[in-house]
């Protein structure tokens, strides 16, 4: 695809429209599957191109977990088939019948689930986003237009290329899915403030991007979250199975919005819990920052700042507390927490209760890993994102978040008095 300079972008956007209309009565689980076909067949080709994405990030001194975010591999594009052959196989999204009553004056009234039309998507560095995002628009009968992150444009070049060249194959509009493919920064603002040519954004990165959407979107807005997670050792954790979760939640795959960031342990097993746990979380490379009843029990850990509590790493980095009970921790979570994913390790019926009851998340764990907080792992076949509003989507987005409804109403020639 040509670049798309700010001028033409609103052609694009009226090629995606155009496109859309032809989604909801054509094969679209065929064409997901010849997408995943074609994702198997240019592997090399896809490889090539993140490899050439890769190299220029490590170039700028980029941390290993945010390079790994935009790495592809061989099980990375095998993942990408996988999912697109797992949302081609889940029921139709669309033309359901949600709900359905008749009048009194014998008026019947049928809500009906509909595409969106035009999706937008803005993103950084995960050019898996680049599939999941337009296997699902396409499964919800919507065209989507993507615009990552210049750090990942060969990729996403490269991925766009495949998905529409299957699309093509499988007699569905090439335009169904679209790149903005530019690193222009100002194409960003011109999509959120293109009212009535786009349905609805997605943001999906850092704070940053999050924060720039929502203050220039002229355009409905799914707002997908940052991650300031934590995980809560209560006074009756299993502490054997504390320390895998606590682990697990931050190590196994630091870079994504999931992962935890702060871990918080009740007083009356810190003690007994800390030193065996931060001494394996330090030798798989975490740096540690905690307060001062932690430090006072672990060697090694530096002093934990204000802005610790409150910042999502995205790196092997973990913020460590001790609190006095459950009270202390879920002020804690209320106050840093940003409303993603919260855990609590616990054999205490009582307190994993009111943890569910009081923490103000989009996913709240009682004896797991946040890592569990996405698409796939709910099976959804993919995500598009995962919400921290309180709209009518709230926490990973599949097929169900992304249609919207419309009311059907049948009569015999009924008017109003």
Not at 332 to 338: A, C, M, P, V
Request: net charge neutral; hydrophobic share 45%; with cysteine.
């Amino acid at each position: 695809m040509p670049a798309t300079p700010t001028s033409s972008l609103a052609d694009l956007l009226a090629r995606a429209r155009q496109a859309s209309r032809a989604l909801p009565d054509a094969d679209r689980d065929a064409a997901l599957r010849a997408i995943a076909e074609a994702l198997e067949a240019d592997g090399e080709a896809l490889l090539a191109a993140n490899a050439r994405d890769v190299a220029a990030e490590r170039a700028r001194g980029t941390p290993d977990s945010r390079v790994d975010r935009l790495t592809l591999d061989a099980g990375r594009i095998a993942a990408m088939a996988a999912a697109c052959r797992q949302v081609a196989a889940l029921p139709d999204p669309l033309d359901r019948v949600l709900d359905g009553w008749r009048l009194p004056n014998g008026l019947r009234v049928r809500k009906v689930s509909v595409p969106f039309g035009v999706l937008g998507m803005i993103y950084e560095s995960r050019p898996n986003v680049t599939v999941d995002a337009g296997a699902l628009a396409l499964k919800a009968g919507s065209a989507v237009v993507l615009r990552g992150s210049s750090n990942a444009l060969n990729s996403n070049r490269a991925l766009v290329a495949t998905m529409r060249r299957a699309l093509g194959g499988a007699g569905l509009p090439q335009d169904a899915v679209q790149l903005i493919d530019s690193p222009d920064r100002a194409l960003v603002t011109e999509l959120l403030t293109a009212h009535g040519a786009v349905d609805l954004v997605i943001p999906r990165g850092g704070a940053g991007l999050i924060r720039h959407v929502v203050e220039h979107a002229r355009v409905p807005v799914i707002e997908t979250g940052v991650g300031n997670c934590h995980v809560y050792v209560h006074a009756q954790a299993d502490l054997g199975a504390a320390e895998a979760i606590a682990f697990n939640a931050k190590v196994q795959r630091p870079g994504v919005c999931n992962a935890a960031e702060t871990l918080l342990v009740d007083a009356s097993v810190a003690e007994a819990f800390l030193p065996k746990a931060l001494a394996r979380l330090a030798a798989a490379g975490v740096e540690l920052v905690g307060c001062e009843r932690t430090r006072a029990l672990v060697d090694g850990v530096r002093p934990a700042t204000e802005q610790d509590w409150a910042t999502e790493f995205l790196d092997l980095k973990l913020a460590v507390r001790v609190v006095d009970g459950l009270d202390q921790a879920l002020e804690h979570i209320g106050r840093y927490g940003t409303q993603h994913s919260e855990a609590i390790v616990t054999r205490d019926l009582g307190a994993a209760e009111r943890f569910r009851r009081e923490v103000d998340a989009a996913a709240v764990y009682v004896n797991a890993s946040t890592r569990f907080t996405d698409g796939f792992e709910f099976g959804f076949g993919a995500e598009i994102g995962i919400s921290t509003q309180k709209m009518h989507a709230r926490g990973p987005m599949g097929l169900a978040q992304i249609v919207t409804h419309k009311y059907l109403i049948d009569g015999e020639g009924q008017i109003r008095s």
